[in-house]
């Protein structure tokens, strides 16, 4: 018996039908809605979605305390957003490296001295620490990149 000449048992045909149209159904919506690619966000909303608060545990006082995140996003232009600002007081900077690029950072007191290094490899390509910064302003660069810029303006209480 060749199989051109298998006829499947009716439930079976049956089972494959439904399950075929429920697929192509279910695809079709996916499709027909625009969300296959995830979400995508205009600079202005980007600035928007920029801070999040994050709940964190105070050890100090064994209870939880929340602090903003401000979100600086390496793209093939540089650093978005380009400015921060932001009231004195504790806050984590966080800095995602989508395109997993080996980047060697720096968060220096504008005009003085470096504050931090901060090293991004392709295993670890995001970072992330709390600061507390006095007011004034601050500049975020990455070494291989004199143009890309991030200026971080802390203002006092």
Request: hydrophobic share 35%; net charge positive.
């Amino acid at each position: 018996m060749s199989i051109r000449n298998y006829k499947f048992p009716l439930r079976r045909r049956v089972l494959i039908v439904f399950l075929t149209g429920g697929f192509l159904s279910l695809s079709l919506i996916a499709f027909a809605s625009g969300n296959l690619g995830g979400p995508n966000f205009t600079p202005d909303e980007m600035r928007a979605e920029n801070r999040a608060s994050i709940a964190l545990p105070d050890q100090r006082q064994n209870r939880t305390r929340s602090l903003e995140t401000e979100f600086v996003v390496v793209t093939d232009r540089g650093f978005e957003p380009t400015a921060i600002t932001r009231p004195q007081g504790e806050f984590i900077l966080m800095i995602e490296n989508p395109n997993r690029q080996q980047l060697n950072f720096s968060l220096s007191r504008e005009g003085g001295p470096r504050l931090q290094q901060i090293r991004a490899s392709r295993e670890e390509p995001n970072w992330n620490e709390i600061q507390d910064l006095s007011p004034g302003r601050y500049v975020l660069t990455e070494q291989s990149h004199p143009g890309w810029m991030c200026l971080i303006t802390i203002t006092a209480r």
